[in-house]
Every structure is written in C-alpha cells, then in structure tokens.
C-alpha cells in the first residue's frame, strides 16, 4: 500500500520504517531538511535498536524514502500523523501547534477515499476537530494511537500487543477501518487484536495507558517511602505484591522514577483536558503521582550526601547512566541526569558515563565531566551512583573489579537492579532505594 508519514521524528522514523518493512510502499515527510538527509542516508538520527537496519533495508528495496516536500505524499491511501505533542510553554496542556501545522500543510493534497490516520498522543476532543478540518476534502480522519517503549519500538510497532483504531460509525469510516486492517494485516494474521472504537475512545486509551502505568510505577515508589520509614525493603515487598495476579510484577520496581519525552507531559496533558471537561476531580491523583515520582529525585541525592557524611564539596561520584531508560540515547526529562546536576550544583566533581547517550547529555549540560568507558568513570571515585539500569552495571559490573578502581566503596543503586548481597560481601557499603 502506498502511504505517508508526516513527522519523522521518533515515532514517525520508527513507523515509516517498519511499515516499509511490511511491503508498504513509504514516504516519510519532516520539514527538518537534516533529518531527512540522515535517514535517507540510513542513519538513524537517535539510538533505537533494529532502526538503522531497518531503514537501509528499506531504502535499498526501493520501498522507503523520505522528503520535505508534502506535494511528494499526494498519491498516499493513507497519510499516518505521527508530529510531536510536547508540553505547551507555561502550562500542562499539549502543545497542539505541530498537529495543526502538519494538518494544515496536507489538506490540499488529500483527495477522496484517502485516510488520515492520527498517531500522535493528543487530548481528547483533537480528532473530532481534526475531522471537521479536513471536512470537504473527502477524506476519512482516524485515530490510531501507539504503544511504543523506547528501546523497543520497533518490535512493538511491527508485533504490536493491540491495535485501536478509533472512527466514526459511518460508510466513510468503516471503509477507513478495512483500510487499515489491511495496512496491519501481517500483525492481525499473527494474532494481534485488532479492536475498533468512536475517535474519542481511541484518544483516551492512550492516556489512560499511560496514567495507569504512571500511577503503577509511583504507587511502588510511594511504598519505598513507608519502607524506608519502616525498616522494610520495597523490593520483597514488590516481589510479594507481583505474585497477585490482579497486580503483577511488571513496572513495580522502585527506583528514582520515570522519565523521557512522553510519561510525564502525558500524564500532565491528561489531567489537564480532565480540567478543560469539567472533571479534573477525577484524576486529581495524577498530580500526586507526579509529586512522587519527582521526589524520588530527592531521595537519591540525599542517600549520596548522607552516605558521604554530608561532605560533598569536591568529592569525586561516578554517575553511571545518562539517557532515561536502558536501549536509548534520550535524556529528555532523565531522572538520571537531573540527579547528576543536582549533585554538581551541591559542588561534587560529577562524572557521567552512558552507552549511548553522552553526546546528548553533553549538549544538554556541559557544566558535567562525561566518560565514554564506565571504567574511567570509576576510576579514583568517592561514590558510584547507578540510575539508569543498562545491563553494562546491573549484570556485567562486577563488584570486586569496580572496587580496584574507586577511593571510597560506596554505591547508591538508584535502579534497586543490583546484587545488594553481592555487593556488600565485596566491601562495598550499598545504599537502595526503599531498602534497609
């Protein structure tokens, strides 16, 4: 099928790619001319893992390529609307600017029986008024929301764990629906489910997506407060918990937090539309699951300061981890990052390392000393602080090699993804979140 992408960033590149990978014939649009030469070049222009193959391979079978050009998109079936939606300046709402930009940059190139399908996590209420935009031009407007963890986008994008599309009961959007089984006919084949829905409905399943899994993440968080008052450890307790089968295991691990470009403005913007209908008394507790998951910020800068005895002036801490999660070079919003910064501001000597992500973090805050090997990062430390679980610390870093390397063995596991036991028999003093 012949369709396009508007936007190419994160999830647009992804999309673009692994449709093309599919057998679709693709054409990713981006007004960023850089972008668009570097992934017609087959490069990817973050780190996700599996993208950069797939691109080439799509390039080189003729079935993906990439323009700044809308005009290139007019012979699409379907047009997927995959702009960004940060936070608006100054407020919790979405900034809805690039949606409308990318909507009003394509309407005259939409013809009848074409599909614009939206992709971007917008508020409630933006399809239908996409709809009434692009009505008279006989087009059909979807909502197709996506699921996407970073790191593993494009295994979710090519084996999704489900499929909304959202669309009016009408012929028009019925026809638009059977368009878009066929667009997904590879995964639906291999037992995807495929559910259908009005434009609101597909709206809202990803933000309540993401508020449940916020709130999942901070509720366990929370309990790492009580445990911590309580002389109890969050990690047996997550282990006990997960055994229910109501509850799970899965995103209950505590820690310092979510982070990245989509959690937190997400679950923000949710609150807020709440509040634009009249009903932010309903999910009031998003703002505390946002209070929470910052706090745990806090709470791994003062386990470093208590564990130095106060005395952090000069002192020398190994800050392993930049990006906001393993598998990606994003540091939007890291609650690892920010724990760095917050430890240079209180007059340490920060050392930062990452497998990814320095290149970014070092853009971002060039007042922090950065090393490529995990190493040299170590070497001479007073403390080592872990905040982002890359399997380079959690499983390959040996306790008794990194204790030959620091002045002081000292180490706050910021993840709780270590060997506590293991690390403590080697002489190091450990410090967890939530954990005696």
Known sequence: MRMSVIGCGYLGAVHAAAMASLGHDVIGIDVDRERVETLSAGVAPFYEPQLTELLRAGLEAGRLRFSTSMTDSADAAVHFLAVGTPQAPNADAADLRYVDAAVDALLPHLRPGSVLAGKSTVPVGTAARVAERVSGTGATVVWNPEFLREGWAVHDTITPDRIVVGAADDPAGRRAVDLLRDVYRASTEAGTPFLVTDLATAELVKG??????????????????????????????????????????????SGIGFGGGCLPKDIRAFAARAEELGRGSAVGFLREVDAINLRRRDRAVQLVVDALDGQVVGRRIAVLGAAFKPFSDDIRDSPALDVAVRLRGLGADVVVTDPAALDNAATAHPQLNYRVERDEALRDADAVVVVTEWDEYRREMSPQHAAELVTGRIIVDGRNCLDAAAWRDAGWTYYGMGRR
């Open 208 to 253: 309540a997506a993401n508020a449940f899994l916020a709130t999942k993440i901070s509720f366990i968080n929370a309990m790492a407060e009580i445990a911590e008052a309580s002389g109890a450890d969050v990690t047996l307790l997550a282990d006990a918990l997960g055994h229910d089968t109501r509850i799970g295991r899965r995103y209950l691990g």
